[in-house]
T-cell receptor, first 116, second 111 residues
């Protein structure tokens, strides 16, 4: 168990809809990362937050947004969903404030989104 | 050209075999290299971490980096069915723990 909790585990929705994925990081971790994993694109970095502030952006679509709350949990909002958004969405956390980049991320078990 | 290239496999080997998993990367400035293991229906977990060139050993696992050819490898000795998973190479590509992952190689070790 990585200590990172993601909900929901599975989600089925229709095109055009909006969903929210939730992540609770490991106790004490200040950084939260969101990744998308699909068969054709592999594991793609979307966005990172550190202690409530956006720190880095990757290949995140404009239809997607995220935030990190004062209690450090994070939400990823996906709107105007398309068939191609079907994927596994992972949250990861790291760095309980050490300030050192080690490349060690702790991943949750993912939220599987299916868009029909 | 992708920054990290990894053959997605799948790779099927008998129990006890030596497994070699490989990735290539494009930017010679990269210094930190990782291997993550992902079991089915789980998130990736860090398996090994290597800085710069050379080898690092941890039990049955050896990570190797050849910076001259921009090639990273993971060797698994005496492979076990419990090693069946997807193995992703990853590179620390910048500040704030920015990781670039390979596509992942799916490994199946059969008894």
């Amino acid at each position: 168990d990585s200590g990172v909790t993601q909900t929901p585990k599975h989600l089925i929705t229709a095109t055009g809809q909006r969903v929210t994925l939730r992540c609770s990081p490991r106790s004490g971790d200040l950084s939260v990362y969101w990744y998308q994993q699909s068969l054709d694109q592999g594991l793609q970095f979307l966005i990172q937050y550190y202690n409530g502030e956006e720190r880095a952006k990757g290949n995140i679509l404009e239809r997607f947004s995220a935030q990190q709350f004062p209690d450090l949990h994070s939400e990823l909002n996906l709107s105007s969903l398309e068939l191609g958004d079907s994927a596994l969405y992972f949250c990861a956390s790291s760095g309980a404030g050490t300030g050192v980049d080690t490349g060690e991320l702790f991943f949750g078990e993912g939220s599987r989104l299916t868009v029909l | 050209q992708k920054e990290v290239e990894q053959d997605p496999g799948p790779l099927s080997v008998p129990e006890g075999a030596i497994v070699s998993l490989n990735c290539t990367y494009s930017n010679s400035a990269f210094q930190y290299f990782m291997w993550y293991r992902q079991y089915s229906r789980k998130g990736p977990e860090l398996l090994m971490y290597t800085y710069s060139s050379g080898n690092k050993e941890d039990g049955r696992f050896t990570a190797q980096v050849d910076k001259s050819s921009k090639y990273i490898s993971l060797f698994i000795r005496d492979s076990q069915p419990s090693d069946s998973a997807t193995y992703l190479c990853a590179i620390l590509a910048g500040g704030y723990n920015k990781l670039i992952f390979g596509a992942g190689t799916r490994l199946a070790v059969h008894p």
